[in-house]
């Protein structure tokens, strides 16, 4: 059987990547042909552009636009390395179509040959977001004799706004089987009347720890381990409670912090140019993970590391919240009052891999199940 998957593609952010990679990965472990829709529509094909003016003020007129664009190229040309790493994975590791769609119209005119797809993981229908409001990633291009569904898709949000409700009613409806990633995305589609839903995991789940510790890099994991013990700060809103619990662990531990994120200045060192395989190796090695991101966190439970989880400043917080609570752990996630708190070495990860294990095989079951219907 030939599959076509799609999801957010090539945005270089390191749970993207990754959650493409396992889906392709677990399907192709089950025998079957795998490949991913090459769908970059214009919303989200802006990363590492150089000329791109992404203030209004700046972009008024010629010498204005001049002025940013010069201001702004030497740290562009910097972060194209991250690009290429990113690149390299993607060529290496994800299998995907030759042919560049743009709309969901291109996707009609020229259909991805297939016979079932599938749209998911990560946040697709998030409608804070373009992505959410693209009928593309709602297989609104496939045709109705063909086997459509979701996994693990995610709204990341607790409710819709009611000008959306429709639309997502509308395109769901035509999925033959359809599942979510977060308890609060099931709720709304059964609020919008749907009552064959399921919750799954991410997709990052359906693969062994082998298959991850198969992408590390043992040299340069080694060459970071005989460097001391670290801790990894991923954070997408330079918070100022995760660097002072960071700063607190340093001091206490003699752990130097090592980040993910280019604004994180009081980090011993910075990989945020670096691309999904040594976010990998240096994750595996950590003594303690604080995180505002939903990947940073699964891999802290595939891993099982010690972990500190915050809420996100723009309010896309039901996949940690939902993810911790699934596996006992909700007293992890912290914010300023908490931290004086935290504790290491206190999560019980054989009672964790328990739920995980009930979590994984109901999740491959769905996909199994509905594949093969």
Same mark, same amino acid.
């Given at each position: ?132 409001? /693209?009928?593309? #990633? %709602? $297989? ?8 459509? &569904?979701?996994? =693990? ?114 980090? /011993?060192?910075? #990989? %945020? $140019? ?8 240096? &994750?595996?090695? =950590? ?87």
């Amino acid at each position: 059987m030939k599959i076509k998957t799609i999801t957010c593609h090539e945005v270089y952010n390191y749970g993207a990547s990754l959650q493409e990679y396992a889906l392709l990965k677990y399907l192709e472990n089950l025998g079957y042909e795998a490949e991913t829709i090459h769908y970059k529509p214009p919303y989200l094909s802006k990363h590492f552009k150089l000329w791109i003016v992404s203030s209004p003020f700046f972009d008024k007129n010629f010498l204005f636009r001049a002025i940013y664009l010069i201001l702004k190229l030497p740290k562009r040309l910097i972060n194209l390395k991250r690009k290429k790493k990113f690149d390299e994975f993607s060529e290496k590791y994800i299998k995907s179509g030759k042919k560049l769609y743009r709309s969901n119209e291109e996707l009609k005119a020229d259909i991805p040959e297939a016979d079932a797809y599938i749209c998911g993981s990560d946040q697709i229908w998030n409608s804070f977001f373009e992505n959410g409001k /693209d009928p593309s #990633f %709602y $297989l609104d291009f496939v045709p109705d004799n063909k086997l459509k &569904l979701s996994y =693990a898709a995610s709204f990341a949000i607790d409710e819709l706004e009611e000008d959306i409700k429709g639309f997502v009613k509308e395109k769901v409806s035509r999925l033959d089987y359809v599942s979510v990633r977060e308890s609060s995305g099931k709720r709304i589609l059964e609020d919008l009347g749907f009552d064959k839903v399921t919750q799954v995991l991410d997709p990052v789940f359906l693969l062994e720890p082998k298959e991850w510790q198969a992408l590390m890099l043992p040299q340069i994991e080694k060459d970071i381990v005989d460097k001391g013990k670290y801790i990894v700060v991923y954070d997408f809103d330079n918070d100022p409670v995760i660097k002072e619990l960071a700063e607190k662990l340093k001091k206490e531990n003699g752990w130097k912090i090592y980040a993910f994120n280019e604004l994180i200045d009081y980090a /011993d060192k910075n #990989f %945020y $140019l670096e691309g999904p395989e040594l976010f990998l190796t240096v &994750l595996n090695t =950590a003594e303690c993970i604080l995180a505002n991101s939903f990947h940073a966190v699964a891999y802290s439970l595939i891993l099982h590391k010690n972990l500190a989880v915050f809420n996100r400043s723009d309010k896309i917080n039901t996949r940690m919240r939902d993810l911790l609570q699934s596996v006992g752990l909700s007293k992890f996630l912290l914010d300023k009052d908490t931290i004086l708190d935290y504790e290491l070495d206190t999560i019980n990860y054989i009672e964790v891999q328990k739920k995980l294990d009930v979590l994984i095989k109901k999740s491959k079951t769905y996909l199994n199940t509905a594949l093969t219907s």
